[in-house]
């Protein structure tokens, strides 16, 4: 069975099983999140009745997962979390699923109710910790837990809350399979902060200077420009301009708007929010799986930076969906890595 540049419908765990071991490069992934939402799919996960048995579900998947990457692969897990709240021991995300859903099928939100079971010790508000749960479980079971990267919304959704912040970040979880394994620093490095004068200067005084294309130089103001050390415009600033100076390795706090998309699916990955993880954990020509497919977004930044992909999901709407997605990408981008890899010292 061909698996490079497919997408293939049917549970995740069920299909891994399928696939040889060691076949993977890097695996990218958003799991559906703990009682958030019905995707109207049996068998799917996220409506478990505890947060321990979301928890040694994902475990299992991640499991399969840790057997077909390569020894050298990583894992680049993206989770959200969820509060016990007050009355009737739902979380405010099934809550909030609710209001969702309205207008679509008494079933789907009488399946949200049923999901009440809270672990034992949780009081009502507190928020249950799935992202560091599920983190510490694959730890536990054999996966390297190197990072915790923070992903930072500027445009977060809403809430109505007034006794505490509204949430405006979500974890990126990098694990890896062997002490040693695949990463390209080079890749995703970031434009310095400090390059035509000293730290000493004064924050309007620290700038960013690129060189256009009409020898003209192009000054971003620290203060002024700090969004501009955000993936999408350090891509656009390495294909369409000279960089000139330093560049620094790329920090764990990635600011990354959250996309809407035109056709019905509730979560949707913001391709810049994937690029880093494919650049950095995914050699040219290699193989990226996402066992968590949804609407395809990761095999649409596979294509434009010349990866093959392995998507499985669940359900068969999100692959045509997901399909029609990928075969719009006409061709790969001008550059599959932003830097070259720096050359060794004689």
Known sequence: MKLINRIITGDSLTVLRTIPDESVNCCVTSPPYFGLRDYGVKGQLGLESTPEAYVHKLVEVFREVHRVLRKDGTLWLNLGDSYASPGKDRTEKQATAKSTLRGGSRNQISILKQQNKITAGLKPKDLIGIPWRVAFALQADGW????????????????????????????????????????????????????????????????????????????KQRDHGRRHCGFNDRWDAMTKFEQCGAMRNKRDVWTVSTKSFSEAHFAVFPEDLIFPCILAGCPDDGVVLDPFFGA?????????????????????????????????????????????????KK
Not at 193 to 217: C, L, S
Request: charged share 35%.
């Open 296 to 344: 395809g977004t990761t095999g649409v930044v596979c294509k434009k930076l010349n990866r093959k992909y392995i998507g499985i999901e669940l359900n068969p709407k999100y692959v045509e969906m997901a399909e029609r997605r990928i075969m719009q990408v006409d061709e790969p981008l001008p550059f599959t890595n932003i830097l070259p890899r720096r050359r060794k």
């Open 144 to 219: 390297y837990l190197r990072q915790d990267i923070i992903w930072a919304k500027p445009n977060p959704t809403p809430e109505s809350v007034t006794d505490r912040c509204t949430k405006s970040h979500e974890y990126i979880f990098m694990l890896a399979k062997s002490k040693k394994y695949y990463y390209n620093n080079e890749a995703i490095k970031e434009p310095g902060i400090y390059m035509d004068t000293t730290r000493d200067a004064k924050p309007q005084d620290r700038r960013i200077v690129y060189k256009d294309y009409d020898g003209k130089n192009h000054d």
